[in-house]
């Protein structure tokens, strides 16, 4: 036989009383609130809430919930932007926001593709010149005049 106990007060089961404290706090209400609202004690709301976060965390400078700026990096992840490109516009850190989108399927894909964009990017003889522009520099020419020379043997096919 199970024996259900009640406020002495209201009469109502202490289950019932839990069940309504933790809503309301889920409702984000203060612990005072509900404690009036219940006619139970600051204390046992506190002990009956402890795990519920009641003050979502929001970022110090903007304000804006980090759930919302977690939503929005994902978003721009998955359009094809760069982790510096989405930190730099919601103003917060690389780790942050690749902690954001570790998870996404297609963050590899986009990883992989951001780092040969920027390696092309920085690419000063064509592809399959590398060993050519290579030779040039032991024998002393300049980066101005490698490049050039290397450009003229791509397109003289050599």
Same mark, same amino acid.
């Given at each position: 036989?199970?024996?259900?106990?009640?406020?002495?007060? @209201? #009469?109502?089961?202490? @289950? /019932?009383?839990?069940?309504?404290?933790?809503?309301? +706090?889920?409702? !984000? !209400? @203060?612990?005072?609130?509900?404690?009036?609202?219940?006619? *139970?004690?600051?204390?046992?709301?506190?002990?009956?809430?402890?795990?519920? @976060?009641?003050?979502?965390? =929001? !970022?110090?400078?903007?304000?804006?919930?980090?759930?919302?700026?977690?939503?929005? $990096? +994902?978003?721009?992840?998955?359009?094809?932007?760069? *982790?510096?490109? *989405? $930190?730099?516009?919601?103003?917060?850190?690389?780790?942050?926001?690749?902690?954001?989108?570790?998870?996404?399927?297609? !963050?590899?894909?986009?990883?992989?593709?951001?780092? +040969?964009?920027?390696? /092309?990017? +920085? =690419? *000063?003889?064509?592809? #399959?010149?590398?060993?050519? #522009? $290579? %030779?040039? &520099?032991? $024998? #002393?020419?300049? &980066?101005?005049? %490698?490049?050039?020379?290397?450009?003229?043997?791509?397109?003289?096919?050599?």
């Amino acid at each position: 036989m199970t024996t259900v106990l009640l406020h002495p007060r @209201s #009469g109502v089961p202490y @289950s /019932e009383l839990k069940a309504k404290a933790r809503a309301m +706090r889920a409702e !984000h !209400h @203060s612990l005072e609130a509900i404690a009036a609202a219940l006619d *139970i004690s600051r204390d046992t709301v506190r002990k009956w809430t402890a795990d519920i @976060s009641c003050n979502p965390a =929001r !970022h110090p400078r903007s304000g804006i919930l980090y759930a919302e700026l977690k939503a929005k $990096a +994902r978003a721009m992840r998955t359009d094809g932007a760069s *982790i510096r490109k *989405i $930190a730099e516009a919601l103003d917060v850190t690389d780790p942050g926001v690749l902690n954001w989108v570790r998870d996404m399927p297609c !963050h590899r894909e986009l990883t992989k593709a951001n780092a +040969r964009k920027f390696y /092309e990017s +920085r =690419r *000063i003889y064509p592809r #399959g010149y590398s060993a050519d #522009g $290579a %030779r040039l &520099r032991q $024998a #002393g020419y300049s &980066r101005e005049e %490698r490049v050039r020379m290397v450009a003229e043997m791509a397109r003289a096919g050599l």
